[in-house]
């Protein structure tokens, strides 16, 4: 069971950039898939969930907007389309994936998480 996470790197401000996170191993269809991130010395912080199995996605309300998840079910790929970034934005995101039961919003309901990928935006 593994989730891929890819597609960070540097960026300066105002930019763009597209994550991906691969899903393998097993179907994950009756999970939600979520985005979160980290920058140092802070904690894992909630961006973005979806399911596979369809319904409107979700999103902190400090992102709405400018952060946009979707997902592939052909592909079993899930991405985050971050647009107008910022500096702030930058940290390690990570994907996870949460038993449809769980409370997505928090770490603690993930029970699978890609390696992260590194965000950086330059000012």
């Known amino acids: 069971v593994q989730l891929q996470a890819s597609g960070g790197g540097l960026v300066t401000a105002g930019g763009s950039l597209r994550l991906s996170c691969a899903a393998s191993?097993?179907?994950?269809?009756?999970?939600?898939m979520g985005w979160f991130r980290q920058a140092p010395r802070k904690e894992r912080e909630f961006i973005a969930a979806?399911?596979?199995?369809?319904?409107?996605?979700d999103y902190a309300d400090s992102l709405k907007g400018r952060f946009t998840i979707s997902r592939d079910t052909a592909k079993n790929t899930v991405y985050l389309q971050m647009d107008s970034l910022k500096p702030e934005d930058t940290a390690v995101y990570y994907c996870?994936?949460?038993?449809?039961?769980?409370?997505?919003?928090?770490?603690?309901?993930?029970?699978?998480w890609g390696q992260g990928t590194q965000v950086t935006v330059s000012s």
């Open positions: 996870g994936a949460a038993p449809w039961s769980g409370n997505y919003y928090y770490t603690g309901a993930y029970t699978h």
């Open positions: 979806i399911s596979w199995s369809g319904g409107s996605p």
């Open positions: 191993g097993r179907t994950f269809s009756t999970y939600v």
